[in-house]
């Protein structure tokens, strides 16, 4: 069975910092990219990060020198360290991967492999 299965996320206070990791399983090829999105309460989902394999990472202005994305050694795996958290970062945090990269990497609609999401929650 094709999926991408996230872990990590919790709570945190403002200020502090969680780890997310997301791994693909069942699927018999690589994605050309992998990435986080995140959906608040009543908002629209919006993009954090993407990174292309093997290139660069691009991210959301609002995440920029807090959160870093990361390749791991496993195929279809990534992970995100977020630090200098801020409660407005609070949402449900999705994996989303592509293969080929869409250009408009920061919208959802050009993703069509997600996983189910993971609550990051952080309190002021």
């Known amino acids: 069975q094709e999926q991408l299965v996230e872990s990590g996320g919790g709570s945190a206070q403002a200020g502090g910092s969680l780890r997310l990791s997301c791994a693909g399983s069942g699927y018999t090829y690589i994605f050309d990219c992998m990435g986080w999105f995140r959906q608040a309460p009543g908002k629209e989902r919006e993009g954090v990060v993407v990174?292309?394999?093997?290139?660069?990472?691009y991210y959301a202005d609002s995440v920029k020198g807090r959160f870093t994305i990361s390749q791991d050694n496993a195929e279809n795996t990534v992970s995100l360290q977020m630090n200098s958290l801020k409660p407005e970062d609070t949402a449900m945090y999705y994996c989303?991967?592509?293969?080929?990269?869409?250009?408009?990497?920061?919208?959802?609609?050009?993703?069509?492999?997600w996983g189910q999401g993971t609550q990051v929650t952080v309190s002021s």
């Open positions: 989303a991967a592509a293969a080929p990269c869409p250009v408009d990497w920061y919208s959802p609609r050009a993703y069509n492999t």
């Open positions: 990174i292309y394999l093997g290139g660069s990472p």
